[in-house]
């Protein structure tokens, strides 16, 4: 909030008819601040501020003058769109911030601005990711596919780790999407891929809920694989993945994360206990759900509550169909 004032501050000494460029930088500078502080607080007002005042800063901020801070404005306005459009639930914000970072992509010089282009690229990528998991089929998740890659270009592991190891993530995110809707194990291998990457800088030292939040997907993956493959080795990996991810996802620490860790492990060992023989899997599933579920009707999840009383009853009638056949 403090950063907000000094920039209110500022611009009262700062008229735009006097000098515009340095009125539109502060305004630049109050639009990321107002931006972040949306974030941090929920709701949306903050960020349809950030909204207004980025777009104002770009009446004097203009290609003509300065491409280089015309694209990075553009930039800053997708980013707030995306933000706004995935807290508001509003796809046309999602393809205002696609349009916002293509604008700022035509103003880049690669060559000379790579890593500023690598992060527009990355940040077209975030944004059509979100409106592909939004509408039918796989085109917008594939153009995030191809913006994720064109980052890692310039993004390399050497120069950027950090920026390199989030771009793997959100690539495996999309991968798996993709993998999801189109069948077969080609996209579900490279999301495989693309989280051991990221896995490789985001150390549970270094970042533990970061690495937690990768492991969690990996076991994702890696049980849609299992599940399409033959054997319980996928299956096998996903669990020993689940159960990493709950070192760190601990009930105390995250209850939501580690409540939908422990569906996603409950759902992969029913999976298992319905390929192997016995009942122990299935009985270790059913209790895993019901302490999921547990959590999440104490969260008020609702949409959370829904599946996991599905997975719930489903792991039961698996179990008691084995236990019939027994006898």
Known sequence: MEAVEVFRAALSELPR????????????????ALASLGEREGGSARLEEAVQVIRAALQERTRERDSFDWAMTQNILGSVLR????????AELLKEAMSAHLEALSGLNRVS???????TMSNLGLAAGTFGEWVEGTAFLEKARDAYRMAL??????????DWAETQYNLGNVLRL?????????HLKGAIEAYREALLEQTRERAPLDWAATQNNLGIVLGTLGERERGTARLEEAVQVFRAALLERSRERVPLDWAMTQSNLGAVLCVLGK???GTARLEEAIEIHRAALQEFQRLGSTDHVALSELNLKRA????EKRKRKRK
């Open 83 to 90: 933000v706004l459009g995935e807290r508001e639930g509003k």
């Open 153 to 162: 270009s310039e993004w390399t592991r050497e120069r950027a780790p950090l």
């Open 178 to 186: 993709i993998g999801a809707r189109k069948g077969g194990t080609a």
């Open 17 to 32: 008819e006097r000098v515009p460029l340095a009125w539109a930088f502060v305004q630049t500078n109050l639009g990321n």
């Open 275 to 277: 390929r192997e023989n």
């Open 316 to 319: 039961k009638g698996i179990l």
């Open 113 to 119: 601005f790579p890593l500023e282009w690598a992060r």
